[in-house]
């Protein structure tokens, strides 16, 4: 943990940096709330150096989930030193929807923030995107420490599948790919006309599919641009693929992708939810544009420009808004709050169920037909080729129990608030989910500012539950987790 505050200091030096760079007057405010962490990281690392060479499951469950409130408690200082957001709860509020990469926000104007805390803020998304554990892990051998059940705690999806024997190499590899990624959104993004700020920030919020943007209006501000949504169009449907299927990509072994169960799943869906969602603002919009501020589709270009961002920005957890998809038509509001619940695909930065989730539980049930009729037949699930052991299945399950409880526990609580119920389903799926707008008083053109403390206090703990996938936290609220055996 200490370890892990070190690196978030370091990146706040850099957000230092760019503070300076642009001369905003608050690189003093920024430098000194890193130097405070580098400080606090360095402290723990100390009066810990004795440290056991080994970490067991129960030691990566908790580190994993104290590493994330910790580097969320230091985090908050760069807001709090330079009084962009002087409240604890706000403050705590966006440095959660932050490192878990949520990008539901309590800021009613973003464009009048400092550009190091505009890049801060977005250096949230991006370290809490891979994950900030899986980072660790290229660097936890230096001190004699294997990484295998922290990546086992981070990333506790069915897929095991690994580019090399050695976790910490895996790790490095997908940090290349990560970072690869970035630097050629950037790039992409100032060539289609961006500003390199703004171009920096969104590629940073694409790829750990956060959603954070400079702008009030997000990507809608871009909306006489096409290039620029589509640039983002695509590195958010790569960010919400598997990242092992990119190193396969990069090394040309292109059969693999288009075999993967998943990634034509994953594919398939956003095609055809576009389609439809396409058709239905294109020919509603010919009845009534008036319908359909701030935007009006007079084309069928923009129409399926807008409906393919929009499905790829809720499925893949991105968050970033080109439209206001609550106000199209009540058919595709219950589409898009189901889209809540799907997520990317499993190891992606996504949030949410995951698609290879439901592909699993889809499947196991249809094969309870079969199995009923022949109870003594032994039917296993099958993915990619490969026979699915009954204990992921299990836990899958268990997953999905949990997930529905938490969501109905997290959106009876916004009700006891006073939240309206299109206000509490939305705001507790979209922060279970890491998706950011929801729906209500927290449509894709407002913000979270208007809920209660408590409300924000609750939505961030939702949003650590479902950034870590559920049991990670779940467990440690457990009796069984802290008996001795």
């Not at 979209?430 to 500012?449: C, E, K, M, Q, R």
Request: aromatic share 14%.
């Amino acid at each position: 943990m200490g370890l892990l505050l070190l690196f978030n200091g370091v990146f706040m030096l850099l957000a230092a940096l760019v503070s300076a760079l642009y001369s905003d007057g608050y690189t003093m405010e920024i430098t000194f709330a890193g130097l405070t962490t580098i400080i606090l990281g360095t402290l723990m690392m100390y009066y810990t150096r004795e440290h056991k060479k080994e970490i067991k499951k129960r030691e990566g469950y908790m580190i994993v989930t104290m590493g994330w409130l910790s580097m969320s408690l230091v985090g908050m200082l760069p807001y709090l030193f330079t009084g962009t957001i002087p409240s604890v709860t706000d403050a705590f509020f966006e440095t959660m929807s932050g490192y878990t990469t949520t990008g539901a926000s309590i800021l009613n104007d973003i464009e009048v923030l400092p550009e190091g805390i505009l890049f801060w803020r977005s250096m949230t998304h991006w370290i809490g995107g891979m994950g900030i554990i899986v980072l660790a892990i290229a660097i936890l051998p230096l001190l004699g420490i294997g990484g295998m059940q922290l990546f086992a705690a981070e990333a506790p999806g069915p897929s095991a599948d690994k580019l090399h024997p050695r976790i910490t190499d895996t790790a490095k590899r997908l940090w290349f790919i990560y970072v690869g990624y970035t630097v050629a959104e950037t790039i992409l993004l100032k060539l289609a006309g961006m500003d390199f700020f703004d171009a920096m920030n969104h590629a940073m919020a694409t790829l750990s599919t956060g959603g954070f943007s400079t702008k009030n209006a997000s990507l809608a501000y871009w909306n006489d641009n096409p290039l620029v949504q589509y640039i983002v169009i695509l590195f958010m449907f790569l960010a919400g693929t598997n990242f092992v299927l990119s190193y396969y990509m990069f090394k040309g072994r292109f059969s693999k992708i288009f075999r993967d169960n998943e990634f034509r799943f994953y594919a398939l869906i956003i095609l055809m939810v576009t389609l439809v969602a396409t058709a239905s603002i294109y020919f509603q919009a010919a009845v009534d544009e008036s319908d359909y501020h701030p935007m009006v589709f007079g084309s069928a270009e923009s129409a399926f420009r807008h409906a393919l961002f929009q499905v790829i920005s809720v499925v893949t957890t991105t968050g970033f808004v080109s439209a206001d998809f609550t106000g199209w038509t009540p058919f595709l509001t219950v589409v898009f709050f189901g889209l809540m619940f799907l997520g990317g695909s499993a190891g992606s930065t996504s949030g949410g169920v995951k698609v290879v989730r439901h592909m699993l539980m889809i499947k196991n049930g249809l094969l309870e037909f079969k199995r009923t009729l022949h109870p003594n037949a032994i039917i296993p699930v099958r993915f990619n080729g490969k026979m699915v052991s009954e204990n992921i299945i299990f836990n899958i399950l268990g997953f999905f129990i949990l997930y529905m409880l938490l969501f109905i526990i997290g959106a009876l609580f916004l009700g006891v608030l006073g939240l309206d119920f299109e206000t509490a389903i939305g705001g507790a799926a979209s922060s279970l989910g890491n998706v950011g707008p929801a729906f209500g008083d927290l449509h894709p053109l407002a913000n979270f500012s208007g809920l209660p403390v408590l409300g924000k206090w609750w939505c961030s703990f939702l949003m650590l539950i479902g950034r870590l996938e559920v049991f990670t936290v779940l467990i440690l609220l457990s009796p069984i987790f802290w008996k001795k055996i």
